[in-house]
């Protein structure tokens, strides 16, 4: 299976890291959102990362604008048809992707593959959407793309091996290292990671030890490149909120139940960097 033109659908901090690196390995990218100033924002973040690289003298000035040459936007998902395969980055919610995975196999060549980004759900429930369940695969990437060198890469249910190594193969093209999960509740990384950060605001919301006490002994103690508390704000508290809530739906148990700090900032819309202001204040 060859790859020339990569489909990224959602241009959100995912969705803009997984067009950033796939433009890097020379691929052309479509990038598509709901609104244009989705896309623009996620190209200026692009543009931005590799004006930085021209600074620090990793990359040549005309290497940056051949790199921002390479990707198209749209807002259309139409713009997806001539792709190899289309890399989904949306909302984690199982109801709207089973309704886009379903669009872009009407839209998308037979032979194209259909991934998802999603960090925790069913790829087999996702797949079953779609006109080509054999073609669906998870493509899971860490954040900060850019920098995060895992993709867990999970077939479905009727996922076939080839299209299996041909992501991996794809991961392994955009410089990542690819791990072959099998489906379930968030796989390896966030099986692990998410009840850890959630144990680490369970810790806060106990007033056990304040973000900043909590986040210094974990880096300290733990040697974690960063605490579980700053993680939670980079990755979303209301996508830590959301998996959470998955896995205590899905195992039915109460180990997975997630803290009310949580709740409380998803409420007031203090969702972590993307919004300013999470378990600390950006702005
Ligand atoms: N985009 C692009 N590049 C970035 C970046 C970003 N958002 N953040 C940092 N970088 C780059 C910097 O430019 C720098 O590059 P150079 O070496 O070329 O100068 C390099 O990364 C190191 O950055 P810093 O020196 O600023 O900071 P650091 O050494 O503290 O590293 C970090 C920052 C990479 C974020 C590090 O703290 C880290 O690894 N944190 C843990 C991240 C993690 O666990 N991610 C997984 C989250 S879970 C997930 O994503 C799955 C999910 O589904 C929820």
């Keep these: 299976m060859e790859f020339k033109a990569i489909g990224v659908l959602g241009a959100g901090t995912m969705g803009a890291g997984i067009a ?45 604008e051949k790199l921002n040459a390479l990707v198209t936007t749209s807002t259309d998902n139409a713009a997806f048809k001539d792709c190899d395969i289309v890399i989904e980055a949306i909302v984690e919610n199982i109801d709207i992707k089973k309704k886009v995975f379903k669009q872009l196999g009407e839209i998308c060549g037979p032979d194209a593959i259909l991934a998802s980004n999603t960090s925790a759900l069913s790829i087999t429930e996702i797949a079953a959407a779609t006109n080509r369940p054999n073609k669906v695969v998870g493509m899971h990437f860490f954040n900060p793309v850019p920098v995060m060198k895992l993709i867990e890469v999970i077939p479905g249910a009727e996922t076939t ?7 991996m193969d794809l991961s392994r093209k955009i410089g990542k290292e690819p791990v072959r999960a099998k489906e379930s509740p968030g796989f390896i990384v966030n099986r692990i990671l998410v009840p850890y950060i959630n144990e680490a605001a369970i810790v806060y919301q106990e007033g056990i030890a304040s973000a900043e006490e909590i986040d210094k002994a974990m880096k300290l103690g733990a040697n974690m490149p960063m605490g579980p ?55």
């Design 20 to 64: 950033q690196v796939c433009a890097e390995a020379g691929f052309k990218v479509v990038l598509v959102d709901i609104a244009p100033e989705f896309v623009d924002k996620a190209v200026k973040g692009m543009n931005k990362n590799w004006s930085k690289a021209v600074e620090k003298g990793k990359m040549a000035a005309d290497q940056a």
């Design 161 to 167: 091996d080839d299209v299996v190594e041909a992501v």
């Design 229 to 283: 508390l700053a993680l939670c704000d980079l990755v979303g508290i209301d996508v830590v909120l959301a998996i959470c809530e998955y896995y205590w739906r899905e195992f039915g148990d109460s180990k997975y139940r997630p803290s009310l700090a949580f709740r409380q900032k998803v409420r007031a819309g203090h969702l972590g960097m993307k919004t300013g202001k999470g378990f600390y204040d950006y702005t």
